[in-house]
């Protein structure tokens, strides 16, 4: 502390390397467990321009009603890492593939999509979280924020959730161009922004459970366990699967995807723990139950 307190003062920010999925999620005492959420959830801050088009971004969408915030991740270099390929044509699975390959820090190269896809590993694509928003009884009307960057396909990939959904908006949709140009090209700042839609909407759907869903999931809980449907993919792309193949009519298909996700809509519940395996156990930032007392 000796050390650091001088740099802190001096440099107002530390990055401290290797402190990321590494840290303790538990055995720590509770004082230090406090400590750690009050310095993620109240003392850190973005930057003054990034907070203040998160409220406007906030503000514009509050004033048209509630709203869901949709972490639809389904960028290219996301489906190009996870190998996910569900509903790719053969030339943009090759395409994804060949991204894979040219990132020689991404280790997994020979990857089973239909495999990993059906064991819950794969985000939902635009056309299955359409029909599993709808099937969760969200209403055509339902104001729908994307916190997301490009949807690999484009728009053609979203024609089913903006038919189903029409009230869909972007920050790009609700900023100025003027606005966002400095955030042109810097993709964590773009999704700084999201991330600032996603803690204070009314509802929070990530289609995958990445770092951003993660983050914040935990958020919302500090906040007051603010309404977040985690999906449980493993069991949703089965039914979704029968559903689409005619095997399972949409009267069944809803009742069973309510009953799926009855469980998952963001209550109180321990943090899961694996002693002996900590990096598969739950993020601690994903559920800091210690301090949610």
Not at 88 to 110: F, G, I, N
Not at 151 to 162: A, C
């Amino acid at each position: 502390m000796l050390q650091i307190l001088p740099l802190v003062k001096k440099h107002k920010v530390i990055h401290f390397s290797k402190t990321d999925s590494r840290l303790a999620n538990n055995g720590l005492p509770l004082w230090l467990q406090s400590i750690r959420c009050r310095v993620n959830y109240e003392a850190l801050k973005f930057t003054p321009l990034i907070e203040r088009l998160g409220r406007e971004l906030v503000n514009i969408l509050q004033k048209k009603g509630p709203f869901v915030a949709l972490h639809l991740r389904y960028e290219m270099d996301m489906l190009a890492f996870s190998g996910c390929t569900h509903g790719c044509s053969d030339e943009e699975a090759a395409q994804l593939t060949k991204m894979r390959l040219a990132y020689p820090w991404w280790k997994e190269k020979v990857i089973n999509s239909v495999q990993k896809r059906l064991d819950g590993l794969c985000p939902l694509t635009p056309e299955e979280t359409a029909l599993v928003l709808k099937a969760l009884g969200f209403q055509r009307d339902t104001q729908i924020y994307i916190a997301a960057g490009e949807i690999y396909g484009g728009n053609q990939r979203m024609d089913l959730l903006h038919t189903t959904f029409p009230n869909i908006v972007r920050k790009e949709m609700l900023l100025s161009q003027e606005d966002l140009k400095l955030f042109q090209n810097h993709s964590s700042q773009m999704a700084a922004l999201d991330y600032l839609v996603a803690i204070n909407s009314d509802v929070f759907v990530p289609t995958y459970d990445g770092n951003m869903a993660k983050v914040v999931s935990g958020h919302r809980r500090y906040l007051g366990y603010r309404k977040t449907i985690l999906l449980d993919r493993q069991k949703l792309v089965g039914l979704l699967d029968q559903y689409n193949n005619s095997t399972l009519d949409w009267v069944l298909f809803a009742a069973r995807v309510q009953e799926i996700e009855s469980e998952l809509m963001g209550a109180p519940r321990q943090r899961k723990v694996i002693a002996e395996r900590p990096k598969e156990e739950e993020y601690f930032y994903a559920n800091p139950v210690e301090c949610l007392a």
